[in-house]
C-alpha cells in the first residue's frame, strides 16, 4: 500500500494524519509551509454585512481583534472553516461545500462582505458582492521539505500555492499521484505526475476518501 503524503501547515496537518490512521493509511507528515499571524487594523463592524472565511487560519491566526466581529454571521468556506468560526463563538450563517466561487454565487449581491484572508490569495473574480479583503496571516514555504519522493506516494495537495511549492521540491514526479483539492489546485501541479485526480468536493474528508482508493490500489471511480 502506498503510504499517503501530508503537505498542509500545522495544526491541520496533525488532523489530517489522524484521520488518515484511522482509515488504515500510512500518512506521512511534511508541512511544505508555516503559518503565523501578521498585524492588522479592524475597521468597524458597521461597514459590512457579513464576514466572509475561506480558511480556518483566518481564525486560529486574527488574534483579539476577531471579537469586533462577533456580531457579524459568517459566510464559510468549507466544513473546516465553519467549525473553526463556531469554536470562536461566530454565529455560522452559510458554509459553502464547493469554492469560494460558488458560496459568492449563493449570496445576495446586496451584501458588504469582510473577507479575513492570508497574505498570498486569489481575489474571487466577478464575486457579484462587495468584498473587503485583509490579510490577518502568512504561509511561509518551509526552506528544506522532508519529501520522500523516491518511493511511490500519494500526495494531498491541499490549496494551489501547495501545488506550486510542490512542483518546485519533488525530485521525481513520476513516483506521485496527485490528489487535489479543487481543479485549481490540480491545475497548479503541472505536469509530469504519475496521475492527478480532484475530490468531489473540497474537504479534507473528500481528499482521504479518495486517497483511500488510491493507496490501496483502486481507481478513481
Known amino acids: 500500500m502506498k503510504p499517503v503524503l501530508i503537505l498542509r501547515p500545522e495544526p491541520g496537518a496533525s488532523a489530517t494524519a489522524a484521520r488518515a490512521e484511522s482509515l488504515g493509511l500510512e500518512p506521512i507528515v511534511a508541512p511544505l ?7 492588522w487594523e479592524a475597521p468597524p463592524a458597521a461597514l459590512f454585512d457579513a464576514m466572509l472565511l475561506t480558511s480556518a487560519n483566518a481564525v486560529r491566526h486574527g488574534g483579539p481583534q476577531l471579537t469586533h466581529y462577533l456580531s457579524l454571521p459568517v459566510q ?18 452559510t458554509v459553502g461545500s464547493g469554492d469560494v466561487h460558488d458560496l459568492l454565487r449563493q449570496l445576495p449581491g446586496s451584501l458588504r462582505l469582510l473577507h479575513l484572508a492570508g497574505e498570498q490569495r486569489r481575489d474571487p473574480a466577478n464575486a457579484g ?4 479583503a485583509i490579510p490577518v496571516y502568512r504561509t511561509i514555504a518551509v526552506q528544506s521539505p522532508s519529501l520522500p519522493l523516491v518511493v511511490p506516494v500519494v500526495a494531498l495537495v491541499h490549496s494551489p500555492r501547495a501545488g506550486e511549492r510542490l512542483t518546485e521540491v519533488a525530485c521525481d514526479r513520476s513516483m506521485v499521484t496527485i490528489v ?20 468531489d468536493r473540497p474537504s479534507d474528508e473528500a481528499l482521504l476518501s479518495l486517497a483511500a482508493r488510491l493507496c490501496k490500489g483502486g481507481s478513481q471511480s
Open 129 to 132: 458582492v462587495t468584498i473587503k
Open 76 to 93: 464559510a468556506v468549507g466544513e473546516t472553516t465553519g467549525k473553526a468560526a463556531r469554536e470562536a463563538g461566530f454565529a455560522v450563517q
Open 33 to 39: 509551509f508555516e503559518v503565523e499571524p501578521v498585524a
Open 180 to 199: 487535489a483539492i479543487s481543479d485549481a489546485a490540480a491545475a497548479a501541479c503541472g505536469m509530469g505526475w504519475q496521475s492527478v485526480h480532484v475530490a
